[in-house]
């Protein structure tokens, strides 16, 4: 019995002396981007406008991409190119670009003349605030094909919060990874879904890898964000 309960101290010894060993991970500080937040939201409310046809919800996602009008993703990309035509098992219709949404949003109000005299007034407005400059977050619209991976390679600050975001139209489960130019791990978001966020703040300026991984069988058609 002593030498039973001495065994079990030991090992009790041993587990503690390795979790102090264990490196803790610094918090990371900064604001999360609202305009981030934002096209988040409105791409959820896409998802929901194209399941159910409804052109008032591509209106509510039209107004948010006018009032957080984003930029080109600066990044090379690297990946199997995903032909659309080929749709077997392919449920999901969510369009991400702006010109799509509109056209789609025409089609839903089926002639609707208060409709689209409310989608001629959003347009405009997204037009005008889209004008000059703009300071909001990048994007990039792609897919990606089942069972596979796309890269994209961008450039961040160091000592500055770096926010990525994925979402997808809901067919499959997207996975996201970020790698700095070592390979090495930074940050991650694994969960059951296609929408995907991860934060962090880079040691060092330079290019890090975005990495998404389709876990389903069809393609998935997605749009990134980086802050």
Do not use: H
Not at 56 to 61: M, P, R, Y
Not at 128 to 152: C, E, K, L, T, W
Not at 158 to 180: F, I, K, M, P, R
Not at 210 to 226: A, M, S, W
């Amino acid at each position: 019995m002593n030498k039973i309960v001495l065994f079990l101290c030991m090992i009790a010894v041993t587990v503690s002396g390795m979790a102090q060993t264990v490196e803790e991970k610094p918090e990371v500080k900064g604001e999360t981007s609202e305009s981030l937040a934002a096209v988040k939201l409105a791409n959820q409310v896409l998802r929901y406008g194209y399941e159910n046809k409804s052109t008032l919800a591509l209106l509510d996602a039209l107004q948010i991409f006018s009032e957080n009008p984003t930029q080109a993703l600066k990044a090379t990309k690297e990946g199997t190119a995903v032909d659309e035509t080929k749709a077997d098992g392919k449920k999901a219709k969510v369009s991400f670009d702006y010109e799509s949404v509109l056209a789609d949003a025409k089609a839903f109000a089926d002639g609707d003349p208060n409709l689209l005299a409310l989608i001629d007034n959003i347009d405009a407005e997204a037009k005008g605030a889209q004008r000059g400059n703009i300071n909001g977050p990048s994007r990039d619209y792609a897919a990606v094909n089942g069972d596979s991976y796309m890269d994209y390679t961008a450039s961040f600050v160091a000592n500055q919060l770096a926010e990525v975001l994925v979402s997808g139209d809901g067919d499959t489960d997207l996975d996201l990874y970020v790698y700095d130019s070592n390979g090495n791990p930074i940050a991650s978001d694994t969960d059951y879904s296609d929408d995907c966020y991860v934060r962090w703040v880079p040691a060092w300026t330079g290019r890090y890898t975005i990495r998404i991984v389709n876990r389903g069988p069809v393609y998935n058609r997605f749009v990134i964000l980086t802050n």
